[in-house]
């Protein structure tokens, strides 16, 4: 079965320093992809970055980047220099073509808080 | 501009009743998604559909139906089988592809409260 782990309910993280947000995911295909959202108490999922499984190199988008261990099945979020905005709920997920046809499979999320 | 479409944002149901959320997308996205949203949970799957005129159950589709007769719409309706209805209900899309490790786009949400 295809399974998504964040062991993080709740992290709080000082504006402007950096967070990063645990995720470990069980799959036993090759190809899949790996994805982060962010939901703000408004409740739309917003798209922050994605890791396909045959990537190289970590992926990066502005102030986001996915720390890649494949050997270790992870793949963590690191945002840096903490904004107000980013108050928000994280959640980590996956896709695996071979499973469950394709769907979305996702994690239980982290409440990120920051601080001012 | 493209996206997807969720209404109503906010529905008021009693017990008994059957509701319908509406879902309509203009990303021209063959694949289309349920998924239900609980407090301090993830997203879980209801139904989804790849291809139109065709859907799939997802792991907790019991109480729950749908259709798909035209590519944007993809209607969800909670029955009066779906014995704790209360939730946070998402709909998505993404590009069809057996293959196709893609994004989801998601629209805003329903949030459905049982009387």
């Known amino acids: 079965a295809q399974k998504i782990t964040q062991t993080q309910p709740g992290m709080f993280v000082q504006e402007k320093e950096a967070v990063t947000l645990d995720c470990t995911y069980d799959?036993?295909?090759?190809?899949?992809?790996l994805f982060w959202y962010k939901q703000p108490s408004s409740g739309e999922m917003i798209f922050l970055i994605y890791q396909g499984s045959y990537d190289e190199q970590n992926a990066t988008e502005g102030r986001y980047s996915l720390n890649f261990q494949k050997a270790r099945k992870s793949a963590n979020l690191v945002i840096s220099a903490s904004q107000l905005g980013d108050s928000a709920m994280y959640f980590c997920a996956m896709r695996s073509p071979r499973y469950n046809n394709n769907d979305m499979r996702f994690g239980a999320g982290t409440r990120l808080t920051v601080k001012p | 501009d493209g996206g997807i479409t969720q209404s109503p944002k906010y529905l008021f149901r009693k017990e008994g009743q059957n509701v319908t959320l509406s879902c309509e997308q203009n990303l021209n996205h063959d694949a289309m998604y349920w998924y239900r949203q609980d407090p301090g949970q993830g997203l879980r799957l209801i139904y989804y559909s790849q291809i139109v005129n065709d859907f799939q159950k997802g792991d907790i589709a019991e109480g729950y139906s749908v259709s798909r007769e035209k590519k944007e719409s993809f209607p969800l309706t909670v029955t009066s089988a779906q014995k704790n209805p209360t939730a946070f209900y998402l709909c998505?899309?993404?590009?069809?592809?057996?293959?196709?490790?893609?994004?989801?786009?998601f629209g805003e949400g329903s949030r459905l409260t049982v009387l």
């Open positions: 799959t036993s295909d090759q190809s899949y992809g």
């Open positions: 998505a899309s993404s590009l069809f592809g057996s293959l196709n490790t893609g994004e989801l786009f």
